[in-house]
Nanobody, 123 residues
Framework: QVQLVESGGGLVQAGASLRLSCAAS????????MGWFRQVPGKEREFVSA????????DYAYSVKGRFTVYRDNAKNTVYLQMNSLQPAGTDVYYC????????????????WGQGTQVTVSS
């Protein structure tokens, strides 16, 4: 299993930007398909975005397409989520997740998870 640590969350006003980071450690980062999810208490984790090892595949939820960008720096074992034009509906805990050998959107398909980082967007 790879260990994941998210950072970069915070409190921002509507329309602002944030960049989340997810640092991986524990084993080789090579080949991992990395995802971002978000969750509010009492609800299921919702897919936000994902990226393949080679960057050949990027995937976005419809609600964030055009505003969020996922990218990775494999030399630093880090995945990023650039979030622009944030809205109050984007207030959630954001989680980084990893899986290998598949392209996925379901939380159940990801075996490694970070602890989450809070993003709060005020109106």
């Amino acid at each position: 299993q790879v260990q994941l640590v998210e950072s970069g969350g915070g409190l921002v006003q509507a329309g602002a930007s944030l960049r989340l980071s997810c640092a991986a450690s524990g084993r080789t980062f090579r080949g991992y398909y990395m995802g971002w999810f978000r969750q509010v208490p009492g609800k299921e984790r919702e897919f936000v975005s994902a990226i393949s090892w080679s960057d050949a595949i990027t995937d976005y939820a419809y609600s964030v397409k055009g505003r969020f960008t996922v990218y990775r720096d494999n030399a630093k074992n880090t995945v990023y989520l650039q979030m622009n034009s944030l809205q109050p509906a984007g207030t959630d805990v954001y989680y980084c997740a990893a899986t290998i050998g598949r392209v996925a959107r379901s939380a159940g398909d990801f075996g490694s998870w970070g602890q989450g980082t809070q993003v709060t967007v005020s109106s």
